[in-house]
């Protein structure tokens, strides 16, 4: 019987819908394996903003490093994106938050449920069997580098930067994790133009010699962003930096039928960080129509990786696999054949993965 | 009737196989028509290293400057991807040659032939009438700022840059085209991470005031990764920054196919390059399996910027699409219905567009 304290952490937009449907799933976890969760919530973002004038409260950051686990929503919005020059935005806060916690790999599984073959842009053929594990690199590259303005605000910088040791140590994050699949690596770098890459690319190549099981391969980021679509079933574990995987997990949520199926787990030096892929998406806030399955599974990682709890972790995922067998869908996984009466509301397709539990 | 002189420049790999294509398609055109084109040839990539030890001999510059149009390849070489610390690659040859020729913009037409539907992993009714012009910045962004090595080599660097200037100019060219397209432009960026994205809006959110009949939205780089993807339609005109266009344009490939059918066109300041945005593709050197048809519809932009010859460009263009109506497939844009009497290599799907001009 675990006892265990989550942190609540909203943030912007539809992530107050979503995660609201996450903590209940862990909830009725806790109920029917009988452990104990507590709560607490934390602000961040643009509400953190409006309430503090800070992205990222110390009061937050304190919240989080005494939990045992973080269950985030999304940050961002449209109000800072069109002002390029806003000086103090919700973005620094998820990015703080990911450096403060030394949450430096992102684990991103993109694995499509049979029931959304047809949800996806790609051919049914090309997808069926698709499943990839992506660890984007978080705390480092031209995210965290020294960025600015000269010639009088005329010419903007940003710096990329990696030291051996930030390669090296996602990169033994992803060959483990690939032993425990299929045994196959692909690192993924534009190591042809970019130093950070040929850094990345030699520390791949060190750690390689650790791993003589699993099968590497080293792959531009352009091919990459075109192998994805034209043949997803040819990886397995993907490795990239930051600004990469940012980009390449985006894309590859089109294998998964869609951005709001996908889950993820930030982890590293302390408390994990579970949050969607999918991002504020203001144009749907407070409708009731968010797709609430890509927290739930959020949960379902936040369960099996910092808590250890497999079984319970299992148990979300089968609910929801179960949910779409049913025929229920969100708006965003439904297609032309869906019949209108299963086209579910954020809260309602939530109440038919609490009742599968 | 036009006399101009054009510079083949094959370089690495299967670029040897296209452009000798591509010429013949020029000469034909030629004599058609009644124009004198004159041939001259240079070395680029790992060509030249071996010849000269340079990846962008003085002479090959020279002959560049000096043509009215470059015909160009593909430069690479696996030894040098898998040995990131050779101080001496094929590809600075080709990012020499964009800078100093001035080439700032690149412009990628993706556009699906009818005929290759179902060569695509993308399904038909998605796909159907998707029409996108990329215009990749060329000459900026962290392909061109500084890189190296600290920390006794053990931190890499690279430094993102972008001027006013800069972007202002690519702005004004995807404008000016959205203008005579569908008057819709999209440009995409980093704007809530990184500091040139944030530039980079500014200038396209200026440049939009003087083209209030062109229609402009901003998209974060990973969303429109994901957007190219699921609803490849709703793109007309794409501007975007160096390392973004790399990975968008080759992801969008798959809009068209395959990347064996993508033609690019990098212009600016003097002297046109002209090539097919597929690589050196070593794994199929020298087995007469390549899709010419690539550099064929670079040869059709050649006529149709560098020259003016829109008649002369359409001829390409249409006899291409013939050769695809009469059921002609390289292995690459060839699917599981082919017959195989109908996959033809190189030069026999060569003569087929030929005999169509
Ligand atoms: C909101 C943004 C800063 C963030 C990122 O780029 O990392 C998001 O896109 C993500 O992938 O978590
Ligand atoms: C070969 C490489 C340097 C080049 C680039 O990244 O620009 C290529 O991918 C391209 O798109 O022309």
Same sequence: chains 1, 2.
Avoid at 31 to 41: I, L, S, V
């Amino acid at each position: 019987m675990a006892s265990k304290h989550i942190l609540i952490v909203p943030g912007d937009g539809i992530g107050q819908e979503v995660t609201a449907v996450g903590k209940q799933v862990l909830n009725k976890i806790a109920a029917k394996f009988g452990h104990t969760f507590t709560y607490d919530e934390a602000l961040i973002g643009h509400v953190a903003i409006e309430a503090t004038g800070n992205p990222l409260p110390d009061e937050s950051l304190k919240k989080m490093r005494k939990s045992d686990a973080v269950l985030f929503g999304a940050v961002g919005h449209p109000k800072y994106d069109n002002d390029p020059s806003a000086k103090v935005r919700p973005e620094q806060g998820l990015l703080k938050m990911r450096k403060e916690l030394g949450l430096y790999a992102n684990l991103r599984p993109i694995k499509l449920f049979d029931e959304l073959l047809d949800a996806s842009s790609i051919r049914p053929e090309i997808l069926k069997g698709a499943d990839i594990l992506f660890f984007r690199e978080l705390t480092g590259d031209i995210y965290f580098g020294e960025k600015g303005r000269k010639n009088d605000g005329d010419t903007a910088y940003d710096i990329a930067e990696y030291s051996r040791y930030e390669v090296e140590r996602i990169a033994r994050k992803a060959f483990d994790a690939a032993r425990t699949r299929r045994k196959k690596l692909c690192s993924v770098d534009k190591a042809n133009v970019i130093e950070t890459s040929r850094l990345w690319r030699e520390v791949v190549q060190k750690v390689a010699l650790d791993y003589p099981d699993v099968e590497v391969e080293h792959q531009f980021v352009d091919a990459t962003a075109m192998l994805l679509i034209k043949d997803p079933r040819r990886f397995d574990v993907v490795v990239t930096a930051n600004l990469f995987g940012d980009i390449l997990t985006d894309e590859a949520s089109q294998i998964a039928g869609s951005m709001g199926m996908l889950a993820s787990a930030s982890i590293g030096d302390g408390t994990g960080v579970y949050e969607p892929i999918h991002g504020s998406a203001h144009d749907i806030t407070g409708k009731g129509v968010a797709n609430p399955l890509a927290s739930i599974l959020s949960a379902a990682l936040l369960l099996d990786i910092s808590f250890g709890l497999k079984a319970e972790s299992d148990a979300v995922i089968s609910a929801v696999d179960q949910v779409l067998k049913a025929g229920f869908r969100t708006r965003d996984i439904a297609n032309s054949q869906t019949p209108a009466d299963k086209i579910l509301g954020t809260a309602a397709i939530g109440e038919e993965v609490l009742k599968r539990i």
